[in-house]
């Protein structure tokens, strides 16, 4: 086969996203360089296959289009966002698209991956490609278990394939378990019976579950990295295991040394990964949250290299409590909307009330289409911060009476933002669904104005604005001791908080237009 798997769209993007890492060369990596993030901003659940001489890694989207971004890299530290799985849900989701796995088989590419189904129960669904840079064809749900099914692997064991799943069960008192069953030769059916792998241990570390594992042979034992605990949110204490058997339907026997790797001072909670060998070495391209910046920041994608105990056969890591390597990858973004199209960067929100977009003059008109009384945010378009410590800022030329401008965002229910409504300047907050208005002042000019959010931490948020050729000013949180507005409500526990630009109906007029001359993010 001229290809390799290993552990576990919306058109191709014009503008590709370059990724530039200084690493030395792949397979020996310093010491002090052990967690390495080589993909700028969040993407949980990573999953890499290699084709031919090319790695292609996707992740986790969550509720934000396009779904399932994917990017190329031929030495795991230079990568290119090429295209997405999907630019819209397939028909029988409803949100949550986690975990996509990747697998390369006769010149077709799958994609097997977690979405939550119109009858509210997470599955595990199929899309194939054959090429992979024009997006996935959907072919429906493949698995449907109990109260939920997700975290798909797919191995090939001698020409026969199996797929494995994390598994809650059938009644409420079955464990959560990794399940696993052989695949029909085009991999888009389940033949025979599940067969069971692992059971989490709840009197271990794994006390909050198993699930993410991946797959690798090595000396004649297949060896599973899994990881058990809590994945997410501020009180997450995730961590990687291993377990082997000589074949997939086992036994599987846990390694008595787990965990294999636990967080540290630079990165908390690591797990849900993919091995790969590169011929000169073993990678694991995994998640972690930064500690700085934690726990409103997501979860970002992470390379350490993997060594073999030559004695015993298991594998190990040299990742310490003290890790030095700790600094994010970021990318500035500066848009000003003169291409006519949207941007690889921008996100969309799926579960909520998404903007029409339209690019008219080298400005971006943006619509919340269908007011809704219960999301007091409005429509956003969003960006993903790479690092707990940046700028945002747009300049407006619109004067009606809706509210737009800046957005921090986790959901429609908790957020915050400064604004324009009409003559006045609005410095708002959104938590639990309450809207607060923690600043309203009066701007003479009915000219253009400049918005920009100085964010720090990913906790602390100063707001300032400009009219006309004047300086900035800030607008303080009138109830806080520094003026700057907590980000005490941006905490998400499946995803980090998003920057980006917003339009709110004005319930009155009904106005709910806003026009952007730009857009940008500074790191």
């Known amino acids: 086969m001229s290809h390799s798997k290993f552990l576990s769209v919306r058109q191709v993007l014009v503008i590709p996203v370059i990724l530039l890492l200084t690493l030395g060369s792949i397979g020996s990596l310093e010491a002090q360089k052990e967690q390495v993030q080589v993909i700028p901003g969040e993407l949980p659940d990573p999953s890499i296959i290699k084709v031919n001489n090319t790695y292609y890694a996707a992740g986790t989207s969550g509720d934000w289009a396009p779904l399932y971004p994917i990017y190329s890299s031929t030495d795991l530290k230079n990568w290119t966002l090429i295209s997405h799985v999907f630019a819209e849900k397939p028909n029988w989701t409803m949100s949550s698209f986690w975990a996509p796995e990747l697998y390369y088989k006769n010149g077709t590419f799958y994609c097997y991956y977690t979405a939550r189904a119109t ?279 619109d004067r009606n009476n809706a509210r737009k401008g800046l957005v921090l965002y986790t959901n429609e229910n908790n957020s915050m933002g400064l604004g324009v409504e009409g003559d006045q300047l609005v410095l708002w907050k959104v938590r639990q669904g309450a809207f607060s208005e923690l600043n309203k002042i009066g701007i003479k000019s009915a000219g253009d104005i400049w918005l920009r959010a100085q964010v720090e931490d990913a906790q602390s948020i100063r707001f300032e604005y400009r009219t006309g050729a004047g300086e900035w000013k800030s607008i303080k949180d009138r109830e806080s001791a520094s003026g700057d507005v907590s980000g005490d409500n941006l905490a998400w526990w499946s995803s980090g908080m998003k920057a980006g630009l917003q339009v709110h109906t004005d319930p009155v007029s009904g106005d709910n237009e806003a026009v952007f001359e730009d857009f940008q993010i500074l790191y």
């Open 119 to 397: 009858d509210g129960i997470s599955k595990v669904g199929v899309a194939t490609t054959r090429d992979i840079r024009k997006g996935f064809v959907d072919k429906g749900p493949l698995i449907a278990w109990g109260n939920e099914a997700i975290d798909a692997f797919v191995y090939d064991e001698n020409g026969s394939l199996y797929i494995t799943w994390k598994a809650y069960g059938l009644t409420p008192d079955k464990p959560i378990q990794l399940l696993g069953s052989k695949l029909s030769d085009d991999g888009l059916s389940l033949v025979g019976s599940e067969f069971e792998i692992l059971i989490a241990n709840e009197d271990d570390w794994e006390r909050g579950g198993i699930e993410g594992q991946c797959i690798v042979e090595r000396d004649g034992f297949l060896y599973m990295l899994y990881s058990g605990n809590n994945c997410c949110g501020e009180d997450c204490d995730y961590m990687v295991g291993v377990a082997r058997a000589k074949q997939m339907e086992g036994p599987w026997e846990k390694y008595g040394s787990n965990p294999l790797m636990a967080g540290n001072t630079s990165w908390k909670c690591p797990g849900h990964g993919t091995v790969v060998d590169t011929g000169s070495g073993w990678y694991y391209l995994y998640h972690a949250y930064h500690t700085k910046g934690f726990p409103n920041l997501g979860r970002a994608a992470i390379l350490s290299e993997m060594y073999w105990d030559e004695i015993t056969g298991w594998p190990y890591f040299k990742v310490d409590e003290q890790t030095t390597d700790g600094n994010r990858l970021t990318e500035n973004i500066s848009d000003d909307f003169n291409t006519g199209k949207l941007e690889p960067w921008w996100r969309l929100n799926i579960t909520s009330s998404a903007p029409k977009l339209e690019f008219v003059e080298k400005q971006l008109k943006m619509t919340e289409k269908f007011p809704d009384s219960g999301n007091v945010t409005g429509a956003v378009l969003c960006v993903v911060p790479d690092a707990s410590d940046f700028i945002f800022s747009t300049h407006l030329r």
